[in-house]
């Protein structure tokens, strides 16, 4: 079973086209089911470029099944991507996720179903990311993924139960901030500025 494709967009028309084009170059495109959100807009003027982003979206063929969901008020990236995402897994046990500003190549799905289907049963694995960090690997190093203790939202890919174990409100935060252990543990993963400023939109509230 191949997974369903998840596409958020919002007001840029141009750049939602071009990411269509590049998902039907893929030999899997045709197989694939994809659901499209299109966040509301937040003004009168967005308006317009809202409603050619859904004209976009309406005519979108090349694919097994085109489901459109057209958002009448404006959620944010955050909650629309929350609840876009949970919206799909509640129906299939697995998706891949992108953005109205990311270009795949026309290998991009076979990469993610095949990664899907690998790590079905690795529970110790979140997310599956289509886009390569610029690190220097060993030159002894053949395969051709590698695991990195943070996940990337450019194109990625996850299953039902991993995303159920989320907790999208960060309950333990304040506990978080006085734990020096789970903070290293954290920092793993590339230490930002700002992680511990408390300013993150960690979901809806």
Not at 173 to 181: E, T, V
Request: aromatic share 14%.
């Amino acid at each position: 079973m191949l997974a369903p494709i998840v596409l958020f967009a919002y007001k840029r028309p141009k750049h939602l086209y071009h990411t269509l084009e590049t998902l039907r170059r893929n030999a899997l495109a045709s197989e694939s089911e994809l659901y499209v959100y299109v966040d509301g807009a937040r003004t009168e003027r967005e308006q317009v470029a809202v409603a050619e982003v859904q004209a976009v979206v309406s005519a979108t063929t090349g694919f097994k099944a085109v489901y459109p969901v057209f958002r009448e008020e404006n959620q944010g990236l955050a909650r629309s991507v929350i609840a876009g995402v949970s919206e799909v897994l509640a129906r299939h046990s697995l998706a891949i996720v992108m953005e109205d500003d990311m270009l795949c190549s026309a290998d991009f799905l076979k990469f993610m179903n095949d990664g899907l289907s690998h790590y079905i049963h690795h529970p110790q694995i979140f997310s599956l990311s289509g886009f390569s960090f610029p690190l220097r690997l060993p030159k002894f190093y053949r395969e051709n993924v590698y695991f990195v203790p943070r996940p990337s939202s450019w194109g990625w890919a996850t299953w039902a139960d991993r995303w159920a174990k989320a907790d999208w409100c960060v309950s333990d935060y304040a506990q978080f901030l006085k734990d020096p252990i789970r903070q290293r543990a954290f920092n793993r993963g590339g230490r930002r500025p700002d992680a511990y400023a408390g300013q993150a939109d960690v979901g809806p509230d």
